[in-house]
Nanobody
Framework: QVQLVESGGGLVQPGGSLRLSCAASGSIFSINTMAWYRQGPGKQRELVASVTRSGTTNYADSVKGRFTISRTNANNTMYLQMNSLKPEDTAIYYC?????????????????WGQGTQVTVSS
């Protein structure tokens, strides 16, 4: 099996910074695109940022210039550096990964989610 574990959430004042981490472990052949999603109170889950295995990144307009996504393929870890945080960034942040793994000798693609980490931006 594969597990994604997020860490780094917490309470921060407006204008502050946080760094989220997502560590993937288990029976992994390789990881394709990794991404951060978030779901705020009363809102639908939305894509925050994504990064391909080769390092190509994509950001939601609302976080461009403030958030930076990165990953380390060697240890299957992804990060989200969040600067200039705003109250509207308050949400549960979820890690998402497209994992290639072998099941019964056949390598297939599977999508996994982490359990989420709470980010609260408030004074």
């Amino acid at each position: 099996q594969v597990q994604l574990v997020e860490s780094g959430g917490g309470l921060v004042q407006p204008g502050g910074s946080l760094r989220l981490s997502c560590a993937a472990s288990g029976s992994i052949f390789s990881i394709n695109t990794m991404a951060w999603y978030r779901q705020g109170p009363g809102k639908q889950r939305e894509l925050v940022a994504s990064v391909t295995r080769s390092g190509t990144t994509n950001y939601a307009d609302s976080v461009k210039g403030r958030f930076t996504i990165s990953r380390t393929n060697a240890n299957n870890t992804m990060y989200l550096q969040m600067n200039s945080l705003k109250p509207e960034d308050t949400a549960i942040y979820y890690c998402n990964a497209g994992v290639r793994r072998a099941v019964d000798g056949i390598v297939r693609n599977y999508l996994y989610w982490g359990q989420g980490t709470q980010v609260t931006v408030s004074s």
